[in-house]
């Protein structure tokens, strides 16, 4: 089999329904390696519910789940392997308040990957120091903000070597002015190649970042398409729509429109940080 | 008057039994609490079980155990176990059954009550990184857990320390049934003894209790993060 043509990451046909309510109807997708994609849609489409799925935290009624060529939603799929292959991070700040950001970091690669001491800490400080929080590796985390904890949720996970990392919404509980630190630091991880699913409510982030785009409305996928296509001219109506909710026009009446801004303007992302 | 009643402390070996007393009070007690807190926390990892039947019958345990009152369970288990199966229970032995059985049930709610008030996210994060169930439970639940638990189960140890005065009604001498005893040997000479043996009992539950909360206080603090 040839590896290198396998898409990292294949949907088939995915149905998920909460009681009788379907939550994603028939959802397929593909995820090329080192693709960085954006999941959009409107809320309750059905978004968490994919990326809860792709990592078993939710049971699937029906379709495939296939992780490099190997059918991961068969019943008797080993979901503590799968999930060291895909790193989560959610929107909910979730380090565990008990241990130190150090010891959050290692515990998936202590525990359940049972690496040595030494070079798993080599490795956690090493991704601590990229996301600029080395120095506060003692620290507890209610001792840090919201945007830093989120930098340590992304390098507990990334700290597993996964191949695939996916993204809930991790900034829409961040003061505005942490969003971007966050954003950043998966920026920099999309320029290194990482494959990503991305679910985020933040458009300029998305159109900068975005290889391809995933349009989902009530659980189905409306559109997918490359990302460039996808921002500057969607090939669907209900996608056309979506993007303009997020625009604002001038409410002013008596303001000249010349200059100002009418539509989305990519906010240039930093990558310097990740280097 | 009062203060000459206080000869009743060294009449005989009357300061002895006191002592022998709340050593069984002790005993029973601790016993007990050391059993139905490890007990506890499988009854609350049941309680919390995914499977409904489990809960159920869980439920129904705790119940139980709510609703009759721990005086007739103490009946229950030693007169009518030892007449139906011809068994011999001692008194203690039928009161530190009774007192696991009443503890567990409420040591297990309390485990319960302390893991349903994790956020979800926090088991979520653990089975994310791929830990297993037994994992997330040792790493992730415990530990949090175990500073929510210390105020409940605390108050549940000296609320078991204060109900072993009913084990005199199965025949077990503690240190209230002797502190009776005393009075009633010298109430004619001395009729205020009942005030002094009653109010050194309150001091020794007391004496019991409060190095209880103490701990706890302190553990609280340790466990601070
Ligand atoms: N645990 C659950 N039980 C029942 N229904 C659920 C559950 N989780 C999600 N749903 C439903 O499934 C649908 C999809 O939810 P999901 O959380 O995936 O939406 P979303 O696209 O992530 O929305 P948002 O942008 O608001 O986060 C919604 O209709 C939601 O009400
Ligand atoms: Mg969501």
Not at chain 1, 14 to 19: A, D, N, Q, R, S
Not at chain 1, 219 to 228: N, Q, R, Y
Not at chain 2, 119 to 148: C, D, F, K, N
Not at chain 2, 165 to 194: D, M, R, Y
């Amino acid at each position: 089999m040839n590896q290198e043509a396998l898409p990292l990451l294949q949907i088939k046909g995915l149905v998920k329904t909460y009681g009788k309510a379907p939550a994603l109807n028939g959802v397929s997708l593909s995820v090329g390696k080192g693709d960085a994609v954006v999941i959009l849609g409107p809320s309750g489409c059905g978004k968490s519910t994919l990326l809860r799925c792709i990592n078993g935290l939710e049971r699937i009624q029906s379709g495939e789940i296939i992780l490099n060529g190997e059918n991961i939603s068969n019943p008797g799929a080993r979901w503590d392997l799968v999930r060291q292959r895909v790193g989560m991070v959610f929107q909910s700040y979730d380090l565990f308040p008990h241990m130190s950001v150090l010891d959050n970091v290692l515990l998936g690669p202590l525990k359940v990957q049972k690496r040595d001491k030494a070079e798993a800490r080599r490795q956690a400080e090493g991704l601590l120091a990229r996301v600029g929080l080395l120095d506060r590796k003692k620290d507890y985390p209610r001792q840090l903000s919201g945007g830093q904890k989120q930098r340590v949720a992304i390098v507990r996970a990334l700290c597993m070597n996964p191949d695939l990392m996916l993204f809930d919404e991790v900034t829409a509980a961040l003061d505005p002015e942490m969003v971007r630190e966050v954003l950043d630091v998966i920026a920099g991880l999309a320029e290194q190649g990482m494959t990503m699913l991305i679910v985020t409510h933040e458009m300029d982030f998305a159109k900068a970042i975005a290889d391809k785009a995933v349009f989902i409305v009530d659980g189905a996928v409306e559109e997918e398409s490359d990302g460039e296509v996808f921002f500057r001219n969607p090939r669907t109506e209900r996608a056309r729509r979506f993007l303009n909710s997020f625009q604002y026009e001038s409410r002013r009446p008596r303001r000249k429109t010349g200059a100002a801004p009418s539509g989305l303007t990519p906010v240039p992302v930093t990558r310097a940080t990740m280097g | 008057m009062l203060s000459s009643g206080l000869r009743v402390f060294f009449e005989g070996r009357n300061m002895a039994r006191l002592m022998a007393g709340l050593l069984v009070t002790l005993k029973i007690a601790l016993i007990s609490i050391a059993i139905c807190f490890l007990a506890g926390l499988l009854a609350g990892l049941l309680m919390t079980s995914k499977r409904p039947a489990v809960r159920a019958a869980m439920r129904v345990y705790l119940e139980s155990v709510r609703i009759v009152p721990v005086l007739v369970w103490l009946f229950l288990v030693f007169f009518g176990v030892t007449r139906a199966w011809g068994l011999n229970l001692s008194g203690e032995l039928a009161a530190v059954l009774v007192f696991v059985f009443w503890g567990t049930a409420e040591m297990g709610d309390i485990v319960r009550g302390a893991i349903q008030s994790l956020p979800v996210h926090q088991r979520q994060s653990g089975m994310a990184l791929g830990l297993t169930e037994a994992q997330i439970y040792r790493h992730v639940v415990a530990p949090q857990i175990l500073r929510r638990l210390l105020p409940a189960s605390i108050n549940l140890a000296t609320r078991m320390v204060k109900t072993t005065s009913l084990v005199v009604f199965v025949g077990v001498t503690e240190v209230v049934k002797t502190g009776q005893q005393i009075i009633e040997f010298s109430n004619s000479k001395n009729p205020a003894a009942a005030f002094w043996i009653y109010g050194l009992i309150f001091i020794l539950y007391f004496l019991v209790c409060y190095p209880i909360s103490l701990l706890s206080r302190r553990l609280e603090k340790v466990w601070a993060y």
